[in-house]
């Protein structure tokens, strides 16, 4: 899978069937590098106040659904806080 549209099209379709690799990109897209990573954690920052914070992680190459809900849900509030 290529474009992060792409991905994110997939991630609503199937939260079940996205690659850890393609959930990756995204929070790299919206989030910028992780602040931890190398582990089978990452953690990204997200930019609002009490928990900002994802955390995703790689489970035999896949994400997890509800990491992959977590995903979805801090992208959309970025795009309303951006009007996007």
């Known amino acids: 899978m290529g474009s992060i549209a792409k991905i994110i099209k997939e991630m609503k379709a199937n939260p ?6 393609d959930l990756q990109k995204v929070c790299m897209h919206y989030f910028g590098n992780p602040r931890q990573s190398g582990s089978s954690h990452c953690i990204y920052k997200t930019p609002w106040p009490g928990d900002p914070r994802v955390n995703v992680q790689n489970h035999k190459g896949k994400a997890k ?3 992959v809900r977590q995903v979805l849900l801090a992208i959309e509030k970025i795009e ?3 009007g996007s």
């Open 80 to 82: 309303v806080r951006h």
């Open 65 to 67: 659904p509800c990491q």
């Open 16 to 21: 079940k069937g996205v690659r850890f690799n």
